[in-house]
């Protein structure tokens, strides 16, 4: 079982950037892919990022590419999520996921633990 709570929401403006924490509990963290995702308005939940937890890098959607990047610190049971040069189309709720095992999965339904959300809205 692992519990997620993200944190680092907040409003910014266009060009800014913010940093998502997400922190488990939990004692077997390590051995979880990990997962962002987002949801706007009237739009379903779309995958941001994720990583497996072998550490072979991080899978991005084309529309974060370059500008976003995932990382966890096993240690401390946080991943993080730092979004650099955000654009209003990034406004959203983001949540955090996770699923056992090393393949990394860009479907919500992949994903058995989910957190509460935080809001990101960036203003033009």
């Known amino acids: 079982q692992v519990q997620l709570v993200e944190s680092g929401g907040g409003l910014v403006q266009t060009g800014g950037s913010l940093r998502l924490s997400c922190a488990a509990s939990?004692?077997?963290?390590?051995?979880?892919?990990t997962g962002w995702f987002r949801q706007a308005p009237g739009q379903e939940r779309e995958f941001v990022a994720a990583?497996?937890?072998?550490?072979?890098?991080?899978d991005y959607a084309d529309s974060v590419k370059g500008r976003f990047t995932i990382s966890r610190d096993d240690a401390q049971k946080t991943m993080y999520l730092q979004m650099n040069s955000l654009k209003p189309e990034d406004t959203a709720v983001y949540y955090c996921?996770?699923?056992?095992?090393?393949?990394?999965?860009?479907?919500?339904?992949?994903?058995?633990?989910w957190g509460q959300g935080t809001q990101v809205t960036v203003s033009s």
């Open positions: 996921a996770a699923r056992s095992g090393t393949v990394v999965a860009m479907t919500s339904s992949g994903y058995g633990y």
């Open positions: 939990g004692r077997t963290f390590s051995r979880y892919t």
């Open positions: 990583m497996s937890w072998i550490g072979s890098g991080g």
